[in-house]
């Protein structure tokens, strides 16, 4: 908490820096002829002096969901070491720079999925192509035992990924298996979230009442470009999810997948959307995108590894609140490119050594550069800032229920 303090009031004071000085007096590097400047994305330049300074600068640190298109911009096209030092000021306001939440996500169902999404081999329309046969989804007894090797190994959430465009398409009885799979995680003391593709408010209230701590739907990219990842379903529908979502009082995880082929600006709309929903999501993803074999995506190259600290450093900015989650793709990056993410707000990873079907990086290896950066873990169902009633309390079985008016209560109480 004295570290919050302090980086509160660095906040005050960097706030009322832009508000009074110049450039140079500031130290910024975002003037013409510097390197940060030659190498930052280009922008529009704003007219000199302290009244043409950004608005967002004199509200760093606030949490809002006003953002405008042409502000979000111009924070994401910040030479990038000035937008790493502004994002670590945030995130040292706002959560404990030291605490990264370790999270295991598991397929239960694989393959045969009838969604079009051109970076994934689970899609049907290319099975041939990826070798990725369509299973059944899995029992009770073997996805219990997962969650108990991943709270073993350290992981507190525990992700649940069914390649369905929906629990619709396959019918109740497969849909209760999976909500007796999250009574049994939550059950375990750990936090649980389930990927299933869209959903009803039956659905929605379902899983909330099994226990459900966040629910992942991301939007994957902006709306404009989102035509060239999927024509399977459209924006609108992952928008009204997460709605369904948000209403049944279930924590929203929602980010992208950087490296799809978008243009720049197509990160600034996926990142102006998450930060205009009517609140932030609990969790961001920040994804690099692990182009598969087979895929209509697979000659995509991954993002650099500054690119992903420079979208993880904008949705710090955006969000101070919201876990900003490194997500898939870290096998791609260095410890240096991490260390990087961490000082610029991320504070969450997935680790164990598969990410649904494609590879993740090693826990030893994990475990090594938590102790090389001093990171520690972050416990099972601390408080969420930006998070709904069913990620601030976790009951046990029998006491109420997770999803009982009681529950609901004590949430209130204690968020």
Not at 38 to 44: D, L, M, T
Not at 71 to 81: D, I, N, W
Not at 122 to 140: F, I, N, V, Y
Request: with cysteine; net charge neutral; proline share 5%.
């Amino acid at each position: 908490m004295q570290v919050q303090r302090h980086a509160r009031a660095a906040v005050r004071a960097l706030c009322s820096q832009w508000q009074t000085g110049t450039p140079a007096q500031l130290g910024l590097r975002g003037v013409a002829g510097s390197s940060a400047g030659r190498n930052a994305e280009p922008a529009p330049q704003p007219e000199s002096g302290p009244s043409a300074l950004p608005d967002w600068r004199s509200r760093l640190g606030v949490v809002r969901t006003d953002w405008s298109r042409e502000e979000v911009g111009e924070v994401y096209h910040t030479p990038l070491l000035d937008l790493v030092h502004t994002a670590a000021v945030v995130h040292r306001a706002n959560n404990d720079p030291a605490m990264v939440q370790r999270c295991t996500l598991l397929s239960i169902k694989t393959g045969g999925c009838p969604e079009t999404c051109n970076y994934c081999s689970q899609s049907s329309s290319w099975s041939k192509e990826t070798g990725t046969k369509a299973e059944k989804l899995m029992d009770l007894d073997a996805v219990y035992e997962a969650a108990v090797r991943a709270k073993e190994a350290g992981s507190t959430r525990f992700c649940m990924g069914a390649a369905w465009r929906g629990p619709s398409q396959v019918g109740p009885r497969q849909f209760q298996r999976v909500l007796e799979m999250v009574r049994d995680v939550r059950g375990l003391g750990m936090e649980v979230c389930t990927t299933l593709g869209m959903l009803t408010p039956d659905q929605a209230a379902a899983l909330r009442e099994a226990g459900l701590t966040a629910y992942n739907h991301n939007l994957d990219t902006s709306r404009e470009y989102y035509g060239k990842v999927t024509t399977s379903r459209s924006y609108q529908d992952r928008l009204d999810t997460i709605d369904t979502v948000r209403q049944a009082g279930i924590s929203v995880c929602a980010g992208g997948i950087i490296g799809l082929g978008e243009a720049h600006l197509d990160r600034v709309g996926l990142l102006h959307q998450l930060a205009t929903l009517p609140a932030h999501p609990e969790s961001v993803p920040i994804n690099a995108l692990v182009a598969v074999a087979g895929t209509p995506f697979a000659g995509h190259a991954p993002p650099s590894g500054l690119d992903m600290v420079r979208c993880v450093a904008t949705a710090r900015v955006l969000m101070p609140r919201t876990v900003v989650r490194l997500s898939a793709g870290r096998l791609t990056l260095s410890f240096a490119d991490q260390a990087l993410c961490f000082l610029a707000g991320a504070n969450s990873i997935f680790d164990g050594d598969k990410l649904l079907t494609t590879p993740n990086n090693d826990r030893g290896e994990d475990e090594q550069l938590f102790d090389l950066l001093g990171l520690k873990s972050r416990p099972a169902f601390l408080p969420y800032a930006s998070g709904a009633a069913s990620s601030a309390v976790f009951q046990e079985a029998g006491a109420g229920g997770c999803g009982s008016a009681a529950a609901t209560q004590q949430a209130s109480a204690t968020a």
